[in-house]
């Protein structure tokens, strides 16, 4: 298996503060969500710490672990990743050691393998796994990080501006609209730690681009990774005017580590990039690093003036010592490498 993660974890730890994960040294970490897309990240730079000493022991939650080492055998029989199975519903039931130090809730979706992810089946599962995650914080008095999502600030146009982490009574996600209940849900997830706890603290991820994004599923970006590497023309749905700002895994995954370790309680951190471009603007770049055919925009010819846009300010991040280590051409070329890798 190619090595995709060695050389980009060590520039994002590069890019820190070193002392921000120090308080992660001997800790004992559980991991929900950990066969996705975050999860393996983030199990993967636990892994690349170890090698520098930390001694992290991570229990990774997953609903079906074999399946997940068979598909990663380099992440099999390892003494400081230990598989447990679970699923958000019976989280409070899992068997964790009493001197648990740090709780990771990255879950979010359903199981749901042969059909679509009903709004009920997704607000019900990021509830309940939350829920069980404060239980087991309460047990065992761990400090829980959540990963919330910045689908928690609704829908937000150029002229706002990047969203910041106190503007959430602004905006928010329309309750009545099924489509968001991916925010709203989050949103609620949010609301019951703050009544639950205080040992805790939260992150808004945005969007990000590199090896491991699905390059055949609602991401824009792994869509377009999938046709740059297969010398065809990313083809845009839309008028390409829509903002978006992207990080690379790397710094998503030690960016998530340092908050664990370090941001005070009842913390809330917006994680992403804060150097937006347009839809487009990212097809185009693509292209020009892939070599591959421009883009093909499907939309209107008159792009909208005040465009939707998806970016974070990131100053409260940046201020705890974090930084866009990576940088979005760097994002670009190793997701492009995994993809052409992925799809031979």
Known sequence: MADFFTAPLETAIAGCSPELLRP???????????????GEWVIRAIRHLNRRSFSIRAFCVSRD????????????GLSDIVWQVGDAATFHQLQI?????HILHMAASSHAKDRPITAEETVRTILSGTEG???LAKRTGAHLHFVSSGAVYGSRRRSDGPAREDQIGRFAPD?????????????????????????????RPFAFLGPLLPLD?????????????????????????????????????????????QAPRRAVMNVGSDEPLSIGELATRVSRIAGSPGPLIAGAN?????????????????????SNSLGLDRAIQDGLTWARGTLT
């Open 175 to 203: 309750p009545a609209d099924p489509a968001q209940a991916y925010g709203n849900a989050k949103r609620m997830a949010e609301a019951m730690l703050a009544c639950s706890l205080d040992n805790y603290s939260v992150s």
């Open 302 to 322: 008159t792009p909208n003036p005040d465009p939707a846009a998806y970016w974070p300010d990131v100053s409260r991040a940046r201020s705890l010592g974090l």
């Open 133 to 135: 995650c404060i239980e």
């Open 24 to 38: 992660l040294v001997g800790a004992k970490v559980l991991v929900t969500g950990a066969s996705g897309f975050f």
């Open 65 to 76: 672990p074999a399946a997940m080492t068979s598909r990663l055998p380099d992440l099999r």
């Open 97 to 101: 050691e009493a001197d648990l130090t």
């Open 217 to 261: 599923k609602h991401f824009a970006a792994g869509n377009f990774m999938r046709d740059a590497a297969m010398s065809r023309p990313i083809l845009i749905q839309g008028d390409g005017s829509p903002l978006r700002s992207y990080l690379h895994p790397a710094d998503l995954a030690i960016w998530l580590l340092a908050l664990l370790a």
